[in-house]
C-alpha cells in the first residue's frame, strides 16, 4: 500500500508561483507512474501533469504547458508540481496520485493511489 500526502498549497496574488509536493510512503514509489490532478468548485476533476517511473515527463495538460513543471525525486519518494505565473483560473483542490500499470495516464480512473489533497488559491 502507498501513501501520499500532498504540501505547499496556499494563497498566492496572480503572477505568483507554488511549488507543491507530494510525499509517498513504501517502498513502490519508483514503480510507479505519478500524476497531478486538480478539481475546482463544480468541476469535474482534470489531469495536470504525469511523469513517468524514471523521471521523464509525459504529459501536461494545455492549461499547464510553459507555467507548470513536474518532477520526482525517487531517492526521496516525492513528485513535484512547480507553478508558475499562476492565474485564477488555476484556483482548485490540488491532488497527485500514483498509477501502477502502463495505461493512459491522463486518466484518473486508472491511479491506484491518491493524496488527500492540498488547496490552491489564486488571488486576482
Known amino acids: 500500500q502507498v501513501q501520499l500526502v500532498e504540501s505547499g498549497g496556499g494563497l498566492v496574488q496572480a503572477g505568483g508561483s507554488l511549488r507543491l509536493s507530494c510525499a509517498a510512503s513504501?517502498?513502490?514509489?519508483?514503480?510507479?507512474?505519478m500524476g497531478w490532478f486538480r478539481q475546482a468548485p463544480g468541476k469535474e476533476r482534470e489531469s495536470v501533469a504525469a511523469?513517468?517511473?524514471?523521471?521523464?515527463?509525459?504529459y501536461y495538460a494545455q492549461s499547464a504547458k510553459g507555467r507548470f513543471t513536474i518532477s520526482r525525486d525517487n531517492a526521496e519518494n516525492t513528485v513535484y508540481l512547480q507553478m508558475n505565473a499562476l492565474k485564477p483560473e488555476d484556483t482548485a483542490l490540488y491532488f497527485c496520485?500514483?498509477?501502477?500499470?502502463?495505461?493512459?495516464?491522463?486518466?484518473?480512473?486508472?491511479?491506484?493511489?491518491w493524496g488527500q489533497g492540498t488547496q490552491v488559491t489564486v488571488s486576482s
Open positions: 496520485a500514483g498509477k501502477r500499470n502502463i495505461g493512459d495516464i491522463t486518466r484518473g480512473e486508472e491511479y491506484d493511489y
Open positions: 513504501g517502498r513502490t514509489f519508483s514503480n510507479l507512474a
Open positions: 511523469i513517468n517511473r524514471k523521471g521523464g515527463v509525459a
